[in-house]
């Protein structure tokens, strides 16, 4: 085992590893399953769009296109009773810390049909990757990578779904949310929340967008289709009623 001597200089290696994990989950979230999926502010070559829905169903343990799924509810049902995990209508401290639980709760409003994520091979896989950090590790180290992972991971989706709706300006007084640009770097764009809920297939959320200039070099190589009209455009189309997975209110 690597164990106490796997170490950054101050750092405890599983915590570097927990944390990296949770960025790369964390991107993954909000460029693929957000962007992309949820909203259709453009197109993923299908070779990375394969890659990260295996990804995300053994990391995440759910399918990318019910996290769309989910979070088109909350756009549909912004701050009402309907909304899965609105702070003003739960206690904002339910919502930032019960993340997981809210959306287990929101999924079963979703058509039977909807995929769950939970194969038996990415669940092997899964399986596979938490023995392999075991056998490198040991038991304190993966267990501390876990407890940072989910920390982080599900702490930056939980202080999109309460800050996001709670403080800040709102320059699209007909929208729900609020925008507090210095959050859009640590929440990965999402410090901009009334601009999104106002333009939600804009593929660019605001000037301090940190997605943004990852989604063009994607999209230099060939692996995201922008479709610049789309960053212009405000477009509520991709909420709408007749978005086709979700039918249950
Ligand atoms: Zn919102
Ligand atoms: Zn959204």
Excluded at 30 to 48: D, K
Excluded at 105 to 128: N, Q
Excluded at 175 to 193: E, F, K, M, N, V
Aim: charged share 15%; with cysteine.
């Amino acid at each position: 085992m690597l164990g106490g001597d796997a170490r950054v200089p101050g750092v405890p290696v599983a915590v570097v590893i927990g944390f990296s994990s949770a960025v790369v989950a964390a991107l993954v979230t909000e460029v693929y399953c957000h962007r992309c999926l949820a909203h259709g502010a453009f197109r993923v070559h299908r070779f990375l769009a394969s890659l990260l829905d295996t990804y995300f169903q053994v990391v995440v343990g759910t399918h990318p296109q019910t996290w769309a799924a989910v979070h088109r509810l909350h756009h549909r049902y912004a701050d009402t009773p309907l909304d899965p995990h609105s702070p003003l209508q739960r206690r904002p401290l339910t919502v930032l810390a019960g993340s997981p639980f809210l959306f287990a709760i929101a999924r079963r409003r979703l058509p039977p049909d909807t995929p769950s994520g939970r194969g038996i091979v990415h669940l092997g896989l899964r399986g596979l990757l938490v023995g392999s950090f075991f056998v490198m590790f040991g038991l304190v180290q993966v267990l501390t990578m876990l407890a940072v992972h989910l920390v982080c991971y599900l702490g930056v989706m939980g202080m999109v779904n309460t800050v996001g709706h709670l403080y800040g300006r709102k320059p699209h007084p007909d929208s729900p949310g609020y925008d507090l640009a210095w959050l859009a770097i640590p929440l990965l764009g999402h410090g901009y929340h009334n601009s999104h809920h106002a333009h939600p297939a804009a593929a660019r959320t605001g000037p301090l967008d940190p997605i943004w200039p990852l989604l063009r070099v994607l999209s230099a190589v060939g692996l995201v289709e922008l479709d610049d009209r789309r960053t212009r455009v405000a477009s509520r189309a991709c909420c709408g009623a007749s978005t086709p997975l979700v039918v249950r209110p």
